[in-house]
């Protein structure tokens, strides 16, 4: 065992940690061949090493145990680069133990000491030790994950995890990314075998070795300081100083300006660079330092440094300062430090002296400088103290939008917003965020959203505060991302105008919501991180007095609108009863608005939180109403994991064995994979759903099911059986749709479905009076329906080849859709829109969007109509010439026939048939041309058949495609498709 001088900590402090595990490789073998003296000596000079390097680089020793050894960086204090700290300690014991001659004699084929080791960093709860447990004892899975690591890694080998280096890996040599499987742990982890240092000594060629992220906006300080180096090269001496948080992009601007003053050959500037680092190799005058090692390729340098100049601090402050003016008697020079916030004594007072030196002479020297704010309490900003500051803020919504199109093109709109949210126009944020939703796959979650060595960047400006800020911004996280400041001054006493709450603004730590009386975070990142290190009983304890407060209010107020806060924070309080009575309510207001991704949300918490209730009847029949409820919200914009809980639902009514419940389980079931475009499966679902109504006499039940197996029918090209019961249940809801909003809500999709099958017949001026039907109560609404009204009306409007108004009507249904969050409908608005567009100006940009869309629903399952994006695509592609891509999405339409989504079957089949004819398989391209038309007829559609002679007509196989292209000319006529009937009398 090993002691530290360090202070130990108190029991129970909740730390963010990077932990470092290190075992000597080979060690059983070497104990049966070695005396136990010289054993006991090897781990001596182990031991030895292990207490000089890892302290050297900022690390604790937590315990040593044989020849193996757990240290912690970030504790007193974290770090942002205790993961690099951790990794340069790994290779220096790496690099000293293989020095190691162990002593006595050795075997023939012993190849000298290694170790092996692994590096991973969380959140750990760290007690003290004792001579049992080391110098700490560390809870939580972080050491353990280290420790796995270590077992992993071969003899002399580093691994460490990703989310312990981050952008910090590029400051080594490493292997490629690779996931790792590790015993107790369920998901695969990501991390690097490290290798040894790499050439890089900043931050930004670090983000050079990784690939920079798009630069976007900062136009204005672009322009302020061109102004300044045009000043300078008038004769002036000027100190520009940017300064911003980190991550916000102030060394970018600064290093997209320097490239463009060098390439202005008009204007002579002699650039010098110099950046600042906490790190150990940082040296007094490091900034000069490096500048007058840059200038050992000068042809013809003013002077060198004497060694006498070069043997004390104050003379090689005076020769560098001496050398700088020299220089710009000569030219205007340009001299840029980075982390200002970091630099010594030495080199502040020289970069003062060097500006007042060269202001007295009037030399044309422009000083340049990059800085973090300090807090005032910790570090006055007396570093940069005399220069024109330009406060870089965070980018505006606008550009951080770009910027994450830039990065992650194909994320969804929705996961794109929530990296906005988080990240809070922070470019470094934006940029970690992007490649954590690319891994995520579907959604972010929150308080996990970021890695640990971004967390650590975090965790260490909250450590930086004073105690009363630091407590402040805690309790902030707990109350929320959006904070009211009346809860704020509850809990603290202090409002929005006390001075530590206004202190929090200026560090960009919390600000002003739009919505007055409320604070939010800048970064919702940086609550996320803040929450996950708050202790778990100062948490929950928090949460309760929340909870009693939001109570109160609510009652005072009347308002019954705090179930949604009350429900969060009684769950983070373990208060499951009323967790789940608050997500309940929670979830039927939101469902009431159409906030469909809330409700959804709530409904779901509302059934984790049944879980920890005892089991029993009456639990269980809770837990399927809400299940049933979550169904409601869900049809506009199901996945797969809606499904399953439906799924779920329809098991445990079996075992109730009541048959009304069985029958509404199997009905939501039906329902939902509709929407999810499984129509062979929800048919299967909605007749047993029949059956039990008819068995039970669930008349309600019975009433609303003709409307749900019409618009199956319909979707499943069963025409033929869907228009009875569409009109069956039309008449039904018409009776009915006074009496509720659920009912007028059903009548209209029970028309628009109607709509939707006229328009596929070809009967297209009925079919647009029926949706004008459907449309007019919800027409403007911005109501969930509407967005999925107006996709289908795109469709149709696509059909008859009238293409502006598909796309106004689908650009309806990506903006509804987006604003009550349902993918699938904002999904295929965008889709449907392309390809009018495409159809329309042959926009080569409708491409992409159709795979972005396509892209969006893949993580849900797909959707209803799936076919339809791939039929789109595969138009388009094989009018391009790209056949191995239209042959991908052809196989793709083809193959939603499986759940009887033929709707692209006839789309695809006439692409394949293009495809053929372009190599000249005249037979294979009549072939395809028949499968298009048998497509068509089975759906009865007329428009497919006058599409598809049209299509003949241009390929021309042989000499009757004049007749082909009379009838379709005919048909375009008759049903008004004016877009195609262009290009049939263009052909």
């Known amino acids: ?573 373990n208060d499951w009863p009323a967790a789940g009575l608050h997500a309940e309510a929670a979830g039927d207001q939101a469902l009431a608005a159409s906030a469909l991704d809330r409700a959804k949300k709530q409904f779901r918490a509302a059934l984790a939180a049944l879980e920890f209730l005892p089991d029993e009847a009456g639990r269980r029949r809770r837990w399927i109403a809400v299940a049933q409820r979550l169904g409601m919200a869900c049809v506009f914009d199901a996945s797969q994991d809606d499904l399953r809980v439906l799924k779920h639902a329809a098991t445990l009514a079996q075992a109730e064995g009541e048959p009304g419940l069985i029958a509404r389980t199997e009905y939501w079931l039906a329902y939902v994979g509709y929407a999810l475009g499984e129509t062979r499966d929800s048919l299967r679902h909605a007749r047993a759903a029949v059956e039990t109504a008819q068995a039970c006499g669930d008349h309600a039940l019975l009433a609303q099911l003709p409307g749900t197996v019409g618009q199956l029918q319909a979707a499943a090209a069963n025409y033929a059986e869907a228009l009875p019961m569409l009109d069956l249940a039309i008449a039904r809801q018409r009776a009915r749709a006074s009496k509720s909003a659920v009912n007028r809500i059903g009548l209209s999709f029970s028309l628009c479905c109607r709509a939707y099958v006229l328009g596929d017949q070809g009967r297209f001026d009925h079919a647009h009076e029926v949706f004008a039907e459907a449309l007019e109560p919800f027409n403007g609404s911005g109501h969930a329906v509407e967005a999925s009204m107006q996709g289908w009306r795109a469709a149709v409007f696509l059909w008859q080849g009238r293409w502006a108004e598909a796309r106004a009507a689908a650009a309806v249904a990506h903006r509804v859709g987006a604003q009550v969050r349902s993918m699938f409908t904002c999904a295929m608005g965008q889709a449907a829109g392309a390809y009018g567009a495409w159809m329309q100006t042959h926009d080569p940009g409708a491409l992409q969007l159709i795979l972005d869309a396509t892209a969006w629903l893949a993580p849900r399952g797909g959707g209803l109509y799936n076919s339809f994006n791939h039929g789109w695509l595969a138009d388009i592609l094989s009018t391009q010439g790209h056949v191995t891509a239209a042959r991908h999405h052809i196989a793709l339409a083809l193959r939603r026939g499986r759940q009887h989504d033929w709707i692209g079957g006839a789309m695809a089949y006439r692409a394949a048939a293009r495809l053929a004819t372009g190599t000249g398989d005249v037979p294979l391209a009549r072939r395809y041309l028949a499968l298009a038309r048998g497509a068509g007829e089975q759906r009865n559609s007329d428009h497919e058949a006058a599409v598809t002679a049209l299509l003949e007509a241009e390929l021309k196989l042989d000499g009757s495609w004049t007749d082909a292209l009379d009838f379709a000319r005919a048909e375009f006529t008759r049903m008004g498709m004016t877009g195609f009937l262009e290009r049939a009398q263009a052909l």
Not at 15 to 25: E, G, K, P
Not at 385 to 401: F, H, K, M, V
């Open 1 to 573: 065992m090993t002691e530290s001088s360090a202070p130990a900590p108190s029991n129970g402090q909740r730390r963010l940690l990077t932990l470092l595990f290190v075992d000597l490789s080979g060690s059983t073998a070497m104990a049966e061949w070695m005396e136990a003296e010289h054993y006991s000596a090897m781990l001596g000079s182990l031991r030895e090493l292990y207490e000089r390097i890892v302290p050297h680089h900022g690390g604790q020793i937590a315990r040593i145990q044989g020849d193996g050894m757990l240290a912690v960086f970030g504790h007193p204090e974290v770090r942002e680069d205790d993961g690099r700290r951790a990794t340069e300690a790994a290779l220096e014991l790496h690099a000293a133990v293989r020095g190691i001659q162990p002593p006595g004699p050795r075997p023939a084929d012993f190849k000298g000491l290694t170790l092996h080791s692994g590096i991973h960093a969380g959140i750990v709860l760290v007690n003290d030790g004792d001579q049992m447990r080391g110098r700490f004892e560390l809870l939580g899975n972080a050491p353990n994950i280290a420790a796995r690591l270590s077992e992993a890694a071969r003899a002399d080998e580093i691994i460490a995890s990703e989310e312990s280096l981050g952008l910090q890996s590029q400051f080594f040599e490493t292997g490629p990314r690779f996931s790792l499987q590790l015993r107790g742990r369920a998901t695969p982890l990501a991390a690097y075998r490290v290798f040894g240092r790499a050439p890089v000594g900043r931050r930004f060629e670090a983000s050079m070795r990784r690939g920079l992220a798009p630069f976007v906006g900062r136009e204005s300080e672009q322009v302020m300081l061109e102004a300044a180096l045009a000043r300078t090269l008038t004769g002036q001496t000027l100190w520009v100083g940017l300064r911003a948080g980190a991550g916000v992009g102030k060394t970018r601007l600064t290093e997209e300006f320097l490239r463009h003053a060098e390439d202005q050959a008009d204007r002579p500037c002699r650039i010098h660079r110099g950046y600042c680092e906490s790190y150990l190799s940082a040296e007094p005058l490091q900034p000069f330092l490096q500048m007058l090692r840059a200038m050992d390729g000068m042809a013809d340098p003013p002077f060198e440094l004497t060694a006498a100049q070069q043997s004390t601090p104050a003379g090689r402050a005076d020769a560098l300062l001496a050398l700088l003016l020299a220089l710009a008697l000569r030219t205007p020079q340009l001299v840029f430090i980075d982390d200002l916030q970091w630099a010594d004594d030495a080199s502040l007072s020289l970069l003062h002296r060097l500006r007042a030196a060269s202001a007295r002479e009037g030399l044309p020297l422009l000083l340049l400088t990059a800085s973090r704010p300090q807090p005032a309490a910790v570090l006055p900003s007396e570093h940069d103290d005399g220069a024109e500051i330009i406060e870089l803020p965070p980018l505006t919504e606008d550009e951080s939008a770009r910027a994450v199109q830039q990065l992650a093109p194909q994320v969804d709109p929705f996961i794109a917003a929530e990296v906005l949210r988080h990240a809070g126009g922070n470019p470094l944020f934006i940029e970690e965020l992007c490649h954590a939703a690319a891994d995520a796959g579907e959604h972010l979650v929150e308080g996990q959203s970021s890695s640990a060595w971004l967390a650590a960047l975090v965790e260490s400006r909250v450590g930086r505060l004073p105690a009363e800020q630091a407590r402040l911004v805690r309790l902030a996280a707990v109350i929320g991302n959006v904070i009211p400041v009346w809860l704020l001054e509850a809990l603290s006493g202090c409002g929005e105008q006390h001075p530590a709450v206004r202190a929090l603004a200026a560090q960009d730590f919390i600000f002003p919501d739009q919505r007055p009386g409320h604070l939010r975070f800048k970064h919702g990142i940086t609550r996320d991180v803040v929450y996950e290190a708050t202790g778990l009983h100062e948490r929950q304890a928090l949460h309760r007095r929340i909870s009693i407060e939001l109570a109160a209010r609510g009652g005072a107020d009347g308002q019954g609108q705090l179930h949604e806060q009350l429900a969060y924070h009684a769950a983070a309080a």
